[in-house]
């Protein structure tokens, strides 16, 4: 059997008309290339010295892990030098990284969590990297905040990368979603997914339980008729999942199908939710969509969402048709 690689995808889909752009293949394969690398570091755990805490705080609010760091490193030194990008934004970074000036600049901004999931990176459980594609607005040399503050309708590209029993990349340009295994042996991404599908029923969610008392009221009496089960307004059983890793669980639902939720907290009125817009909502609402299932972050699209600033947090309700859309019907009664 012949194995479609990565690089002959994307070759594929340059030459077919009205397809992705010479400079966006690039950047594309210099991204899988940087999370074959970050592959490498994650598999090799405590053998390289990468596990544990790095002794910093990033502008989240949270303590970074050494591989947080790491990968962002490694983004921002693989995508610097390639003249398809005029700027990065990261979570892991306060500010736009601007391309050096001995490099030439290109038409688009790549944002990106570096290591999503990171919690889980000690217990040796599935981490990931996410990635979102902006165009640059024309005629702008030096990119700022402002020029990100894009919807996710705009995105370009977007995918993820799951570092789990196997290295899977998955991806969309806005017409479907294919998936990549890594093949350890020749170091290259195969399709071994193409065309995947969020089935539009399911009987599993994922939510963070513990904090249930927090919730609002729609969100509270969606997931009590779910755990109400057979006898329930359902009238079937569910199953509950949760990672902590929101590459990992979109990943199973895209697979098998599902409904996973992070929804705002009332202990922080100020905060949309836990997850960021740019980094994790817009990319994710995009691949989810572009295989058939919905986002939303209770009122509406993910994806029409205007951004007011870079590391915006958002509500998420995301995965199979029939939930997130019931879901977010009570949100609105
Ligand atoms: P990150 O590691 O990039 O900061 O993201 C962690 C996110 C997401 O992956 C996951 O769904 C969620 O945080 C888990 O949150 P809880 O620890 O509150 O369950
Ligand atoms: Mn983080
Ligand atoms: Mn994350
Ligand atoms: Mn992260």
Not at 161 to 180: C, K, R
Not at 286 to 297: C, K, L, P, R, S
Request: some cysteine; proline content about 5%.
């Amino acid at each position: 059997m012949s194995h479609t690689t990565l690089s002959r995808f994307l070759i594929e889909q340059q030459r077919k008309q009205g397809s992705i752009p010479p400079e966006l293949r690039f950047l594309i394969e210099t991204i899988a290339r940087t999370c074959k690398a970050i592959s490498h570091s994650v598999h090799k755990g405590a053998l390289s010295g990468v596990l544990g805490e790095a002794g910093t705080g990033n502008v989240q609010g949270e303590a970074q892990k050494k591989l947080d760091v790491i990968a962002n490193d490694v983004l921002l030194e693989a995508n610097e030098w390639g003249g398809s990008l005029a700027a990065m934004a990261s979570e892991e970074m306060e500010l736009p990284h601007a391309i050096p000036g001995e490099y030439p600049k290109g038409e688009y901004l790549l944002l990106f969590d570096p290591l999503d999931g990171s919690s889980n990176i000690d217990v040796n459980i599935s981490v990931g990297t996410i990635f979102s594609v902006l165009r640059c607005p024309e005629g702008v040399t030096q990119p700022t905040e402002a020029d990100f503050l894009q919807p996710g309708t705009t995105q370009v590209a977007a995918g993820y990368t799951v570092y789990g029993p196997q290295t899977m990349l998955v991806l969309t340009f806005g017409n479907g979603v294919h998936g990549f295994t890594l093949d350890r042996e020749n170091g290259s991404f195969v399709l071994t997914h193409p065309d995947m599908r969020v089935p539009e029923a399911t009987k599993e969610f994922a939510i963070n339980m513990s904090n249930m008392r927090h919730w609002e009221a729609p969100v509270q009496r969606y997931v009590d008729e779910l755990l109400a089960g057979t006898t329930g307004p359902r009238g079937k059983d569910f199953n509950m999942r949760w990672v902590a890793s929101m590459v990992a669980e979109v990943h199973r639902i895209i697979i098998r199908g599902g409904i996973f939720m992070y929804p705002k907290d009332a202990r922080d009125p100020s905060k949309a939710g836990k997850l960021r817009l740019m980094y994790e909502g817009n990319p994710m609402a995009f691949i989810i969509e572009q295989a058939g299932g919905v986002a939303t972050n209770g009122h509406q699209r993910i994806l029409d969402i205007q951004p007011a600033k870079l590391h915006e947090r958002v509500a998420v309700f995301l995965g199979s048709k029939e939930e997130v859309e019931l879901v977010t019907r009570y949100h609105a009664e």
